[in-house]
Each structure stands twice: as structure tokens, then as C-alpha cells.
């Protein structure tokens, strides 16, 4: 006999086998000799009251047999001699989930990344943090796994209308994730397992006759008679393709560029912009469970933020407890800062991005920025080129090297300038800045009145202990790509599939990851009818 069970139990009872049989025993009135295991459905965190519990939902075995957790299987087809080449530009989340359900259906999918695999990337991101030396195209956003292999790896969505989440997270698993993250509220890999993850997707993609090309940056676009029927990269090679997914994520400006170059239709679209906002994490701990020090069967404490300042949305972004800051800049005299966990969680630091909504009305009364690009207000690059002023204002702020300009945030909000700065996880190096020279002021007056009016919310929050990093601004794509809600192809451009981040659709790795098999499979349908 199986039984869905529900239990609140305390942190250290939850990682407790025989103390969850009594808990069991005693929600059910079944004796504990008659249990013989559970399997964990959901997991969660519930720190309202006094002291924080663990909400579990569990199937119990009763009389029978436990089995272990079921994970869902794929089958991945032989393509090494499939009629059709499917083209994927990038080997983000996007990409990669847009590969493997190719292979599924036994399309061969060939894959065309501008970076390095995720083994050589590594020695890139070390110049970045170590010698402030940046490689345009090997950084945390360019190369095999994309953004999201060096920012955190958490694998929460909200976009649960897109896709089959559960595949995804299944997905994960079989190619080494743990299994926990099929069952935990707010699911998270980890940086440093990551590629290996990545790793392993890759080596299954070739084994079924798919390819992945790496150092292979999309220059051109060849079309004839509104047909998309080849790329150029780089270095001179050419990839003729049955059709073409273009996964290039939120960073590859040169694409908004060549798109915008050849006249194929691409719009301004809003996004967020604003710091990284780095607390001691014993003070998030200490804020969110009520109790201190946590203990070990308790997480860092992770925190969601969101007020409304005078029409602008203000709210936190990527949170990443017990994690680090990391430059993420890809292009020279810029500065950008994201953030990434280890699975862990184990860094001394809790940073979150603090961000605020970007409207095009927004741009269009900055004054510095409107005399710089007068000519520009009516292009669909608006967005980007407002991002990219400000990424440089930060880095002149910072003096060079990636350094980049921070501030405690009480001084921040009180328009004193820090005479010293706390310890920081950035590892490129801060410099006390003037923060509301860099940003923008509708920016710097919604993040002012956010950060007083957070404090309310979190205990210690406002604080000089705390410091904020300029700039978080790839929040999201400024620019989006259209693409027909049927086909999905571009409604100019047939063969030309707009997916993921970049294009608009998509935001953070489980909803890439949908998006690549929404477009893959779209992809499918359109091969079947022909």
C-alpha cells in the first residue's frame, strides 16, 4: 500500500530517516514496523513563525516494498545519417535542451558556439577575476553552457505555462544533477557541478551523431528569397542548415547588430537595471529563521524582494545565499556583475541583484544619455545602447582592471560617499564611488526609497554593513526578436527561429531550457508536414 503523507517537522528531524518513520507513524496512526520507506514529493522551507520547520510531502510504502524515485527516461535516436541539419547558435540551456529534443525525433542537430568548451573557459574566467583581463568571447556569458553555467545554477521558474518543468529538472538528473531537485521548493545546482553537467549533455549530443563546434561566431546570415539558407562565422567557414535556431542568449550584441544591419525586424523591449546588493549572510540567517547561528540542518537563508517607488517596479534578482559576485562583462570598458552560488552555499556572503524597471519613456528623459544618442531614440537598439552607456559609466567609475564602483548602502541612500568599504566577494576589486553619478537618476531615487523601505521587511537590511556593486544590467535581453506564435519562425525570415533569452522568451535556465525544446519541437512538426 502506498499513502501521500504531509509533515512539518524541524530542520534536524528532516534528515533523520528513523525520526521521520515515528513522524509518519504518528500522522497516520500506522505502526513504524509496517513503514518500510518513503520517497520525498516536495520539500520546503517554512520560517513564518518563531522558529522555521521543513514542510514535507512524502509517499510513504506501507506493507510493501520501497522503490526508489522513478526518473523519467529519454530515448535519444541515431542521427548520424539523418536527412535534416538543424543549426543551433549558442550552446546555452536554450541550445543544448533544443539539441537534445532533436535527437529525440533522430534530427541531427549541429551546434556553432562562439566560446570555449566549458573545461578551456575556465582559465578565461580566472584572467577576469585574477588580472581584470576580459576575453570578448570566453567570459561568464560566452562559451559552452552559457550564462547560466557560471551564475548560480538555480532552476526555479515561474513559467510553468511554457513548458514541462519536470522534464527539465529530470533532464538534470540523468546527466549527474542531484536528485534533490526534483523535489525541493527552490532547486539549485551549484557553479561547480555545473560543468560537468554540461559535460555530459555534450558527449550525449555526439554519441548520437550531433555536433558541437566551439570558437564558431555567427558573422552573417545568408538569404535568398526571405529563406534563411546558410551562416557564416568568423573564420571563414560557411553551414548550410535545413533551419536555423538562433539561442544566442541576452549578451550577443553583435547578433542585435547583424540583425539590425540586414533589416530584419527586431523591437526595443524593456528590462531592469540597477546594483548587487552583498550582505553578511549570519545577517540574512539571522533576519529570515529568527535564530543565530542557523545550525547545520538549516540552508543559507535566501530572501525575494519587490516594491513599487513612484510607478517603478523595484525587486531583487538572481539572489544567490551564501555565493559570490562575479564579473560578467563581454566587451572592453564595460563593467557588469551577476551572481553564483557553489552547491554549498557555503561563502561567507549572501548577494542578491536590487533592479529597476527600464522603460523606453525611462531612457527617453535621461538627459545625458538622450544628448549622447539623439540620433538613436527611434531605433529598435535603444534599449541596448542604454544598457551598454551605463555598463561604461561604471567602469570609468571603477578606474580600470574590472574594479568596480560600490558603496555601503546607507551612504548611498543618504548621499554620503563610503570612506571605507567592507569585505566583498567581487574578486576583481571595489572602489568607493559615487554610485548616483553612475546610475541614472530615476534609477538611483527608486533603489533610495527601495532600500529604506526593504530594511521594513528585513531586519539589518538597510545597513552600512552592507554593500551595493555597480552594475547589474543583464537582467534580462533589451532587444527581442520576433517570431510567429504558431511556427515560431521569424515573421520575416523563414527558417530563422528566434529562442530563448536572447530572443525574449525566456528567463533563467529552466525556461531556456523550455523554450530550446518548444522551438526544437515546432522544428519537428514543420519537417513532418513538408
Excluded at 562562439?114 to 560566452?142: H, T, W
Excluded at 521548493?185 to 561547480?192: C, D, F, Q, R, S
Aim: charged fraction near 20%.
Amino acid at each position: 500500500m502506498q499513502q501521500t503523507v504531509t509533515l512539518r517537522v524541524k530542520p534536524e528531524e528532516a534528515e533523520n530517516t528513523p525520526l521521520l518513520h515515528q513522524a509518519i507513524a504518528a500522522s497516520t496512526a500506522i505502526a513504524t514496523g509496517r513503514i518500510s520507506g518513503f520517497t520525498i514529493l516536495k520539500s520546503s522551507i517554512d520560517a513564518r513563525g518563531r522558529q522555521p520547520f521543513i514542510q514535507l510531502q512524502l509517499l510513504v510504502y506501507i506493507d510493501e516494498p520501497a522503490k526508489g524515485r522513478a526518473i523519467q527516461q529519454a530515448v535519444y535516436r541515431n542521427a548520424h545519417q539523418a536527412a535534416s541539419r538543424i543549426l543551433i547558435i549558442g550552446a546555452g540551456p536554450a541550445g543544448l535542451f533544443a539539441a537534445l529534443q532533436l535527437l529525440e525525433k533522430g534530427i541531427k542537430p549541429v551546434i556553432l558556439e562562439r566560446g570555449k568548451d566549458v573545461r578551456a573557459r575556465r582559465r578565461d574566467l580566472a584572467a577576469i577575476n585574477k588580472q581584470g583581463i576580459m576575453n570578448p568571447e570566453s567570459n561568464y556569458c560566452f562559451g559552452e553552457g552559457g550564462a547560466g553555467t557560471y551564475s548560480d545554477g538555480k532552476l526555479y521558474t515561474r513559467s510553468n505555462k511554457r513548458g514541462d518543468i519536470q522534464k527539465i529538472l529530470n533532464t538534470f538528473v540523468r546527466f549527474g544533477a542531484d536528485e534533490k531537485i526534483l523535489y525541493q521548493a527552490h532547486p539549485h545546482i551549484g557553479t561547480n557541478k555545473l560543468p560537468q553537467i554540461i559535460t555530459a549533455m555534450r558527449e550525449q549530443i555526439l554519441a548520437c551523431g550531433g555536433e558541437v563546434h566551439f570558437n564558431k561566431k555567427v558573422t552573417d546570415l545568408v538569404i535568398e528569397d526571405g529563406t534563411l539558407k546558410a551562416i557564416k562565422t568568423a573564420d571563414g567557414d560557411a553551414f548550410a542548415a535545413t533551419s536555423v535556431i538562433l539561442a544566442t542568449g541576452h549578451s550577443a550584441r553583435d547578433i542585435f547588430h547583424l540583425l539590425y544591419a540586414k533589416q530584419i525586424l527586431i523591437e526595443a523591449k524593456p528590462f531592469a537595471l540597477g546594483v548587487r546588493a552583498e550582505h553578511p549572510q549570519s545577517l540574512i540567517d539571522q533576519a529570515q529563521y529568527k535564530c543565530a547561528p542557523r545550525g547545520e540542518w538549516l540552508p543559507p537563508a535566501s530572501y525575494s524582494l519587490v516594491q513599487q517607488v513612484q510607478q517603478h517596479g523595484v525587486f531583487s534578482f538572481c539572489m544567490c545565499p551564501g555565493g559570490i559576485i562575479a564579473p560578467a562583462a563581454t566587451g572592453p570598458g564595460e563593467i557588469v556583475v551577476n551572481g553564483w552560488s557553489p552547491s554549498r552555499r557555503n561563502n561567507p556572503h549572501a548577494n542578491s541583484g536590487i533592479v529597476v524597471q527600464v522603460t523606453e519613456q525611462d531612457v527617453a528623459a535621461v538627459p545625458g544619455f538622450k544628448k549622447q544618442y539623439k540620433s538613436k531614440m527611434d531605433s529598435p537598439l535603444l534599449m541596448l545602447y542604454f544598457q551598454q552607456w551605463v555598463e561604461q559609466r561604471a567602469f570609468e567609475a571603477g578606474g580600470g582592471k574590472l574594479v568596480a564602483p560600490a558603496q555601503r548602502i546607507a551612504d548611498f541612500c543618504t548621499g554620503k560617499i563610503s570612506q571605507t568599504l567592507p569585505d566583498c566577494s567581487y574578486l576583481p576589486g571595489i572602489h568607493a564611488a559615487p554610485l548616483p553619478e553612475v546610475l541614472p537618476p530615476f534609477v538611483t531615487t527608486a533603489l533610495q526609497q527601495a532600500f529604506k523601505l526593504f530594511g521594513n521587511k528585513i531586519k539589518g537590511y538597510y545597513s552600512n554593513d552592507a554593500v551595493i556593486v555597480a552594475t547589474e544590467s543583464r537582467t534580462s535581453s533589451p532587444v527581442r526578436i520576433p517570431r510567429d506564435g504558431n511556427t515560431l519562425q521569424h515573421p520575416q525570415v523563414k527558417n530563422l527561429y528566434p529562442c530563448g533569452e536572447g530572443a525574449g522568451y525566456a528567463g533563467g535556465i529552466v525556461s531556456a531550457a523550455m523554450d530550446g525544446e518548444r522551438v526544437a519541437r515546432a522544428i519537428c512538426l514543420q519537417l513532418e508536414g513538408i
